[in-house]
């Protein structure tokens, strides 16, 4: 009896997908909105409470700050060239939070009701290949969407819009639930971030998943105990 009721602990553990968190950030109004789930942040060199979890539109108690940040809204991929790709969706990419040439710019992002995240961030500019050094919690980035080695400074234009890519952070620590996200322009160019996302690992599907197999086990030791009974 204890080993089943440890079971559906465990069930209730791994079957949380409404609480796991996936954040996704449009920096600047400047041009346009993304539409769906995505914070659309007017406000990007202050504080924006209650961001929206992407895949159930629940407000959550997160948060992002900007303020005191040297940010400016920028024009990005101002055609709207970067495709639809995985999370990212147009128009994130047109417009973004911008910083002048030497400025260092940071969004702290608060109130994270996990441990783990992963952190996707897109840089991406027409014509300018405006050079970014981006960190999160001090670190630079593990790998990129399309695979390619880590490029730092990130170009935005030859690393980020010319082959659709952007970087990624597989397992950030939030520290008391904070995650510290810092881009320094070049001395020589403006530098940009233009869409952010933000999810806890392991990903809600997996959550999902989990809970799944966990249904199983304790179905298949229903179905024993039956037969012994
Ligand atoms: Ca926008
Ligand atoms: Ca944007």
Redesign the pocket.
Known sequence: MKRILALIVAVFALTRPALAEDIR????N???L?PGNWN?IGNIAGLTNNLVDFPTGNVTNVSIDGTGGPWQDFY?DDPVTFPNQDWLIQ???????GLQQGQTGTYVISNLAYTYYKVEI?SARTSFDYLNTITVNGALADRTYQGTPVVTPWGSTTDGLTPSNWLIWDNVMAINGVITIMDVADANTLGI???IRIVTVPEPASFAMAGIGAAFILAAIGRRRGRIA
């Open positions: 950030i449009d920096l600047s400047y041009l346009s993304t659309n990005g128009p994130a990419t047109q417009d973004g939070a897109v971030l233009n869409a």
